[in-house]
């Protein structure tokens, strides 16, 4: 659906050079800062910015085709919606630009739990309402088959935050692609299948797990878990204590956290941990490594730029 072979693109003071990916069905992210080249790399696909070398296909077409346009939405931090329209029109407006059948606007906001919004002017909305109300539209067109979002779960109305991630994957399972950008590991682990990391505008990365980077940081993997209370924090530490595979733990609280080499093993050694200590952990999470912990991690592992 998406192909990009060897396309460059400037647009100060931001660029990219020889990237080459292709994407199809799915959602896919784009880790990096706004400087690393993600904003850059969606105006791209969404026709905003135009490849100064390169072979650049979307839909098997050029994304500033008018009917290539049609099935393009693009997200950006900023969104500028006609101020002058009620919610509901601007909806009914978007359709008849897409050529689409007029619906509910009712029915779209619904989505994103943003029905008491259909009869409100836009310019009386708030920034974060405004562009859930984008988002929607781009959600519930029957046109839109590639869906460029830079930072989904950033600047949205707090309603619409948690059911983002079911929309997307919705919309790749209807066929599809997804491309978010965001500077957020946690973000696109809960929100993708697979990640390209982007640095000072060039591909040094991709993988199929972030899961898989966990242990790459710098002091190795780490893993979080929350107890119940005091005591069962401090049984819990007690009993990590006697694993070999930990090689630090310190806890705050209720809250313990462990350190080891290898991410499984350590997960074996706190689920042993916990059976001897008789608690109930009331979560275990993985912690992530930084950004760049992340990239150094992906770009050595192999994985196919087909994605």
Same mark, same amino acid.
Do not use: Y
């Given at each position: 659906?998406?192909?990009?072979?060897?396309?460059?693109?400037?647009?100060?003071?931001?660029?990219?050079?020889?990237?080459?990916?292709?994407?199809?069905?799915?959602?896919?992210?784009?880790?990096?800062? #706004?400087?690393? !080249?993600?904003?850059?790399?969606?105006?791209?696909?969404?026709?905003?910015?135009?490849p100064r070398a390169g072979r650049l296909r979307v839909l098997g077409g050029l994304p500033t085709q008018a009917s290539i346009?049609?099935?393009?939405?693009?997200?950006?931090?900023?969104?500028?919606?006609?101020?002058?329209?009620r919610v509901g029109e601007a909806l009914a407006m978007a359709a008849?630009?897409?050529?689409?059948?007029?619906?509910?606007?009712?029915?779209?906001?619904?989505?994103?739990?943003?029905? *008491?919004?259909?009869?409100?002017?836009?310019?009386?909305?708030?920034?974060?309402?405004?562009?859930?109300?984008?988002?929607?539209?781009?959600?519930?067109?029957? #046109?839109?088959?590639?869906?460029?979002?830079?930072?989904?779960?950033? *600047?949205?109305?707090?309603?619409?935050?948690?059911?983002?991630?079911?929309?997307?994957?919705?919309?790749?399972?209807?066929?599809?692609?997804?491309?978010?950008?965001?500077?957020?590991?946690?973000?696109?682990?809960?929100?993708?299948?697979?990640?390209?990391?982007?640095?000072?505008?060039?591909?040094?990365?991709?993988?199929?797990?972030?899961?898989?980077?966990? !242990?790459?940081?710098?002091?190795?993997?780490?893993?979080?878990?929350?107890?119940?209370?005091?005591?069962?924090?401090?049984?819990?530490?007690?009993?990590?204590?006697?694993?070999?595979?930990?090689?630090?733990?310190?806890?705050?609280?209720?809250?313990?956290?462990?350190? !080891?080499?290898?991410?499984?093993?350590?997960?074996?050694?706190?689920?042993?941990?916990?059976?001897?200590?008789?608690?109930?952990?009331?979560?275990?999470?993985? #912690?992530?490594?930084?950004?760049?912990?992340?990239?150094?991690?992906?770009? *050595?592992?192999?994985?196919?730029?087909?994605?």
């Amino acid at each position: 659906m998406i192909a990009l072979e060897d396309v460059s693109v400037v647009r100060k003071p931001f660029a990219l050079a020889g990237i080459t990916l292709n994407w199809g069905q799915g959602v896919h992210s784009v880790i990096g800062t #706004q400087r690393d !080249g993600g904003p850059l790399l969606l105006a791209l696909l969404g026709g905003a910015a135009r490849p100064r070398a390169g072979r650049l296909r979307v839909l098997g077409g050029l994304p500033t085709q008018a009917s290539i346009r049609k099935q393009v939405a693009r997200l950006s931090l900023d969104t500028a919606l006609p101020e002058t329209l009620r919610v509901g029109e601007a909806l009914a407006m978007a359709a008849a630009i897409r050529g689409e059948p007029p619906r509910s606007a009712a029915d779209r906001l619904s989505v994103l739990a943003l029905e *008491g919004l259909e009869t409100r002017l836009l310019r009386s909305i708030s920034r974060a309402q405004a562009r859930s109300v984008a988002l929607v539209e781009a959600l519930t067109s029957s #046109q839109v088959r590639v869906l460029l979002v830079e930072e989904p779960l950033v *600047g949205m109305d707090t309603r619409a935050t948690g059911r983002i991630p079911q929309a997307l994957r919705a919309r790749a399972q209807a066929g599809c692609a997804v491309i978010v950008a965001t500077a957020s590991l946690r973000d696109a682990g809960e929100l993708a299948d697979d990640h390209v990391f982007l640095h000072r505008g060039s591909v040094v990365g991709v993988t199929n797990s972030l899961e898989a980077l966990a !242990g790459f940081s710098n002091e190795g993997a780490r893993l979080r878990v929350v107890t119940r209370d005091l005591a069962s924090a401090r049984a819990l530490v007690a009993a990590v204590a006697r694993e070999n595979d930990i090689d630090a733990v310190e806890h705050d609280g209720i809250s313990v956290s462990i350190r !080891g080499r290898d991410i499984l093993a350590l997960a074996r050694a706190a689920g042993r941990a916990a059976t001897s200590a008789q608690i109930d952990p009331v979560e275990l999470r993985v #912690q992530a490594p930084t950004l760049d912990e992340a990239r150094a991690a992906a770009a *050595g592992t192999p994985v196919s730029r087909t994605l």
